[in-house]
Every structure is written in structure tokens, then in C-alpha cells.
């Protein structure tokens, strides 16, 4: 019996040590892939996006380090967007000039970011009315978003851009226009919110639905 116990109680103390071992190993992984990310950021972003992700580089870059930003996509979405970037607009793709290994330590770089964890009240299904979307677009969204989502430099993303589209869901675009990114030139939407614009929720899936007609044109 004593010796039973004797066994289990190395059993154990191994179990541990090799735990702690692989949280290190894991640790260490980690920050490796950061600090690759904040190398690769600094050469390559930093000019738009500026040195903490504001936004407020010498160039035009949006707000990645955003909360609400952060909070709606996924590590894959972040992926996704500097591998394809966004034609026609300053944003480069990066597919072609960078390794897998660049991209995802710039999105664990980017994703340390985040430091809050948001919760976002969004419909479940986003189907609405194209042509009320659209009327309601051109009053509030079109002087910054431009022209059916052509985007304007400094002013508004372009949201009828391909690569957005493809690699963003509605629940995303609803997100994105209903809380929109506090610190920037887009205040939130959505009524209730501390915003100037006081959509209500319908009308926000209405010009959702407007934005992802936008597709194919
Ligand atoms: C005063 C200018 C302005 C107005 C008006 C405005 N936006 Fe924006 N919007 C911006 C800017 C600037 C950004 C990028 C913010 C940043 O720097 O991160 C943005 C970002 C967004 C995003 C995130 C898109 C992306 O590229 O990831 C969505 C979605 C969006 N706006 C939708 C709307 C809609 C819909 C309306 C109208 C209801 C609207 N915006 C009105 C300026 C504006
Ligand atoms: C020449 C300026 C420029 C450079 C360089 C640049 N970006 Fe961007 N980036 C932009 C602009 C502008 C947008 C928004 C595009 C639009 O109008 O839709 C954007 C969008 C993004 C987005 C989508 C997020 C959002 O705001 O909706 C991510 C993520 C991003 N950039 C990351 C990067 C990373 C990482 C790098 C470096 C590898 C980089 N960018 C380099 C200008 C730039």
C-alpha cells in the first residue's frame, strides 16, 4: 500500500513538472510570435496604422486596436484581411509579400490589442429592405462611406469593396455600424448608443442589406 502511494505521488509531481514545462514552452512560443509580429508591424503597417493601431500613422490606416473592432473578429478574419487586403484602396495585400508565418505572428501581435472581452446585442438574422437601406445610407452613411460603398481616403472604408465583403458576415457589418469605433470618425449608430446618428434596428439590418447588394455590382 505504502509503496502504491510512493508511485502515485512521483506520478503527480512528474504530471506537474511537465505541465509547468509546457506552459513555459507554450509562454514562450507566444510572446516569440508577438514580438515577430510587432518587427514585421513596424516595417511594414506602422506608417498607416500608426504606432499603437489608432489609426494615426503619417498615412491613411484605420483603427485596429479598437475594442469593438477586436471584439468582432476572429484571428482568421484579421488574417484574412492583410493577407487579401482591400483593392483599390490604401489597403495593400500582403499575401504576396509576406510568409505564413509574418501573417499570423502580425495577428497575434494585433490581437494582443484587445483588452476587453464585449458582449454585442446583434439579430440573429439580418434579411431587410435593400431600398430602404439605401435611402437610409445616403442620409446618414454616403458624405463619409461614399458613393454605393466606394469608400473616400481618410473620410470612410470602403464598403463595397470585394475582399470586405468576402471575408466579413452581416453580423459583422451590423456590428460594425451599430457600435460602431469610439475614438474614430465612427461614432456608434444604433439608437441609444452615444452616437449623433440614432438609427433604429431595423433600419440598420435595412442598409446591411443594402451594403451586401453591393456584392455583385
Ligand atoms: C463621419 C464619417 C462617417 C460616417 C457618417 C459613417 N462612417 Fe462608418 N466609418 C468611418 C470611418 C472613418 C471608419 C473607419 C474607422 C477606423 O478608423 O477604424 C468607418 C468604419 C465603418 C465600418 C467598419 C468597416 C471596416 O472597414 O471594417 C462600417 C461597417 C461602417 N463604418 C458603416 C457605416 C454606416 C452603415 C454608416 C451610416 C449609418 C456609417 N458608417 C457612417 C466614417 C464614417
Ligand atoms: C498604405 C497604408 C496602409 C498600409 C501600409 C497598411 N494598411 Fe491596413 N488598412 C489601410 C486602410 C486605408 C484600410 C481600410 C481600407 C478601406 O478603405 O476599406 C486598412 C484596413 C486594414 C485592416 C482591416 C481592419 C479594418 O479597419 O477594417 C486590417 C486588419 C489591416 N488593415 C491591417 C494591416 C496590417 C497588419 C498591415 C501591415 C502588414 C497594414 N494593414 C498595412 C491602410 C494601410
Known sequence: ???????????????????????????????????????????????????TGRGEGKNAGTAINNQNYLNAVSDNDIYNSIKYGREKTAMPSYGPRLSENDLNNLVAFIREWQTEEIDFDVPKTIAGNPENGERVYNLYCLSCHGEAGAGKLKMGTALANPQYLKYTTDQQIWIGTAYGREGTRMSASLKGLDGIRQIKESDITDIVTYIRSLENK
Open 1 to 51: 500500500m505504502k509503496k502504491i502511494l510512493y508511485s502515485l505521488y512521483i506520478i503527480i509531481i512528474i504530471g506537474i513538472i511537465i505541465c509547468i514545462i509546457n506552459s513555459d514552452l507554450f509562454n514562450n512560443e507566444k510572446s516569440k510570435a508577438i514580438a515577430a509580429g510587432e518587427k514585421v508591424y513596424n516595417q511594414q503597417c506602422l506608417i498607416c496604422h500608426g504606432e
